[in-house]
């Protein structure tokens, strides 16, 4: 059985940091190419992040850019998601996922190339 599970989610205050992180099991991230995306309330499911399975290609949207960090820790399985800086606005559910897709810096795959998927952990940005 495939499985990913996010963890790390919570309250921050604006300017804070939280660490995402997602566990693997049933395969090898190193293999996969992990995304990361985010959902905020009546909003559709956007892409924040992905890293490459073959080598060190990491995308980032621009709103993100220069707070968050993507990084692999293979030897546990495991896929990060370094939250710095946060604002208000990154208010959301983070899902990872997986694909056999390369992550570009252009920023593929998109969603529908991703063929497993977590469930989610909330993160809440707030005073």
């Known amino acids: 059985q495939l499985q990913l599970v996010e963890s790390g989610g919570g309250l921050a205050q604006p300017g804070g940091s939280l660490r995402l992180s997602c566990a693997a099991t049933?395969?090898?991230?190193?293999?996969?190419?992990i995304g990361w995306f985010r959902q905020a309330p009546g909003k559709e499911r956007e892409r924040v992040s992905c890293?490459?399975?073959?080598?060190?290609?990491?995308f980032y949207i621009d709103s993100v850019k220069g707070r968050f960090t993507i990084s692999r820790d293979n030897a546990e399985n495991l896929v990060y998601l370094e939250m710095n800086t946060l604002k208000p606005e990154d208010t959301a559910v983070y899902y990872c996922?997986?694909?056999?897709?390369?992550?570009?810096?252009?920023?593929?795959?998109?969603?529908?190339?991703?063929?497993?998927w977590g469930q989610g952990t909330q993160v809440t940005v707030s005073s």
């Open positions: 890293i490459s399975s073959s080598d060190s290609t990491t």
């Open positions: 049933g395969f090898t991230v190193d293999y996969y190419t």
């Open positions: 996922a997986a694909s056999i897709i390369d992550c570009t810096v252009l920023g593929d795959p998109r969603q529908g190339d991703y063929d497993y």
